[in-house]
């Protein structure tokens, strides 16, 4: 294809396609109801080791258990009881019965012979982080307002932007509104509060690699590269339209098979430069499971006349305009030729017909000048129309001061072209 075609060289184009651009493709686990609430991920420190399943499932509580190997534990669904054994003390019984995980790890630790407690939730509470190399955006762990004061004690944020640092000064009554509106005086920095709550910044080309690191008294932000969205009391359709409200994402539920369902993440763009990592805190979809990263993103590589190229698209443009898009790769030793050559087929007919309306033309008018039965009167206007077109239409032009008649163009003495 072309936008231009008077612009395409001639001649043939030789190409040969190593590989395609491919889209980053991630998949969750299996789940049976697309109206589910997202379970959190839920742990438990036993003995110094940390269990997590989702939501808080003794069963699957006993199976990390048992995968860990330090200690062994049975669930019994019937009788509401959790089984462990620490490999010294024997089998000891505790009841699962209308208890939390909160209420099991206080059971077990009061008994001698373990230790238990509930590890700390992160401030971020639950949700996705979505990061692309070609995106740099910092945004906070935290949700916060505009009106709210960052840090009663004060500190700095410090954003470096090609080696140099940018220090903002954060005092006991800075708002996020007053840091953003600060941040945005610097003609390379765009700050706002992203459509989760959170504190986000980026180079205003939105290109530019920047870091953010803060060094506040008592607060912490949280600051980290990626796109942040929380899954926190959200269905699996919720989460999937939030992401898609990001253009650099899409995100849909798909159903696999009968009650079951996945929850699948692609790039909008292919291309290494699109790539997603993925990282989810407080909540497990399967997301950093190998198996579920089931298309990686790769650049299309190519050879056009000898020449390489290694780019995000399955499109490029070369010879001056000439658009390749490719479908499919090359076998090994194989190539397509593409022979760009002028399509004269169609001017000789265009021409033709020219002549053929312009000589039927001048007989119309011709009859009416000399037919006594003519109902026009004032026939010095038609000699103004005919001369009119002659003077355009025999006239030179360019240059060269080239007219018709150096194309092939004849007038007989009829007047007929």
Do not use: C, W
């Not at 909008?268 to 790539?275: D, I, K, Q, R």
């Not at 194989?334 to 399509?343: G, L, M, P, Q, R």
């Not at 009416?368 to 103004?384: F, P, V, W």
């Not at 009119?388 to 007219?403: A, P, V, W």
Request: hydrophobic share 35%; net charge negative.
């Amino acid at each position: 294809d072309a936008v231009d075609v008077g612009q395409i060289s001639e001649g043939t184009t030789e190409v040969f396609i190593e590989q395609l651009a491919k889209k980053d493709v991630y998949q969750t686990n299996t789940f049976a109801d697309k109206e589910a609430v997202i379970a959190t991920s839920s742990s438990i420190d036993i003995n110094g080791k940390t269990f997590t399943t989702q939501g808080e499932d003794f069963e699957s509580l006993a199976q990390a258990i048992n995968d860990e190997g330090s200690i062994t534990a049975t669930y019994d669904s019937g009788a509401n009881t959790l089984t462990i054994n620490d490999g010294v003390n024997g089998d000891v019984v505790f009841s699962t019965d209308g208890k939390t995980y909160s209420d099991l790890a206080a059971d077990i630790d009061a008994d001698v012979n373990f230790s238990s407690s509930i590890p700390a939730k992160p401030i971020s509470g639950d949700m996705l982080t979505l990061n692309q190399p070609s995106k740099p955006v910092y945004q906070s762990d935290i949700r916060v307002s505009n009106d709210d004061i960052i840090d009663a004690t004060g500190g700095t944020i410090t954003i470096n932007v090609d080696g140099v640092d940018k220090e903002f000064t954060v005092n006991a009554d800075t708002t996020y509104g007053d840091l953003i509106a600060e941040i945005n005086l610097d003609e390379e920095l765009d700050a706002k509060l992203s459509s989760e709550g959170r504190l986000s910044i980026s180079h205003k080309d939105k290109e530019t690699d920047i870091t953010v690191t803060e060094s506040l008294a008592t607060e912490t932000l949280g600051m980290s590269r990626g796109e942040k969205f929380s899954t926190e009391g959200l269905t699996y359709e919720e989460l999937a339209k939030k992401i898609n409200n990001n253009s650099s994402y899409t995100a849909n539920v798909e159903s696999v098979g009968e009650n079951q369902n996945r929850l699948v993440i692609k790039s909008s763009e292919s291309g290494l430069e699109n790539a997603i990592t993925i990282t989810q805190t407080g909540v497990d979809l399967g997301l950093n499971e190998a198996s579920n990263h089931t298309v990686s993103a790769q650049n299309m590589k190519a050879t056009v006349d000898g020449i390489d190229y290694d780019v995000s698209s399955n499109v490029i443009v070369v010879d001056g305009g000439l658009k390749i898009t490719a479908v499919e790769k090359n076998e090994p030793g194989e190539f397509s030729s593409i022979s760009i050559e002028k399509d004269v087929s169609t001017v000789e007919p265009l021409l033709q017909d020219f002549v053929s309306q312009y000589n039927a033309l001048i007989s119309v008018i011709d009859d009416e000048l000399y037919s006594s039965e003519s109902s026009i009167e004032d026939k010095s206007t038609l000699r103004t129309v005919v001369e009119g077109i002659k003077d355009k239409l025999f006239g030179s032009y360019g240059d060269d001061k080239l007219s018709i008649f150096n194309f092939g163009f004849e007038v007989d003495k009829n007047g007929v072209l």
